[in-house]
């Protein structure tokens, strides 16, 4: 059975830092894509982050990029986002999500984590 | 960037009846268009890959389908059960664009 257990939300100041982890069983990790979703409260979902299952292939939405960083570490069937110089724009419930296949072009989204909660406020 | 406009925001329908979603994108995206059921509260849950391929365990009472860059989500027969926000995804290329999403309450 897939699973996928978030972990490191909070409340974090604006300009501050945080790491998001997404730790992955039930599948051979390196083999597929993950992606990061958010959704701010009472909105819709936004794509946020994606990275190839072997990592050498990312792209971010622009409203991330240059603040936020995605990454994983195969050996330890984790996914991270490393989130810098946070806004309050950035609040919102943040998913990992596993695509189907390789790259996180091409293939659709197939088991979600069940969310993290970051909350940005002074 | 590639924008999936999604039609209505909300509706409200009776037991029973057949409802229809639109999703439009701003350009071609052959197939790759994903549907997504949120539950309130909930995590979302694949519904539809492919357009109109639908996910292992989903009723058949949902299906899609395509017309060029025009896509469909179609509940035959509303149940109470599928109360829910539902998106549309473009996952041809990134950025992964979602639709802005359509609210299903029961009337």
């Known amino acids: 059975e897939v699973q996928l257990l978030q972990s490191g939300g909070g409340l974090i100041q604006p300009g501050g830092s945080l790491r998001l982890s997404c730790s992955a069983s039930?599948?051979?990790?390196?083999?597929?894509?993950m992606t990061w979703v958010r959704q701010a409260p009472g909105k819709g979902l936004e794509w946020v982050s994606g990275i190839s299952g072997g990592g050498g292939t990312t792209s971010s939405a622009d409203s991330v990029k240059g603040r936020f960083t995605i990454s994983r570490d195969n050996s330890k069937n984790t996914l991270y986002l490393q989130m810098n110089s946070l806004r309050a724009g950035d609040a919102a419930i943040y998913y990992c999500a596993k695509h189907a296949g390789y790259t996180f072009g091409k293939y659709y989204l197939d088991h979600w984590g069940q969310g993290t909660l970051v909350t940005v406020s002074s | 960037d590639i924008q999936m406009t999604q039609s209505p925001s909300s509706l409200s329908a009776s037991v029973g009846d057949r409802v229809t979603i639109t999703c439009r994108a701003s350009?071609?995206?052959?197939?790759?268009l994903a549907w997504y059921q949120q539950k309130p509260g909930r995590v979302p849950k694949l519904l539809i890959y492919a357009a109109s391929t639908l996910q292992s365990g989903v009723p058949p009472r949902f299906s899609g389908s395509d017309s060029g860059t025009d896509f469909t989500l179609t509940i035959t027969t509303l149940q109470p059960e599928d109360v829910a926000t539902y998106y549309c995804?473009?996952?041809?290329?990134?950025?992964?664009?979602f639709g802005g999403g359509t609210k299903v309450e029961i009337k």
């Open positions: 995804q473009n996952y041809k290329s990134a950025p992964l664009t």
């Open positions: 350009q071609g995206i052959s197939n790759y």
């Open positions: 039930g599948f051979t990790f390196s083999n597929y894509a």
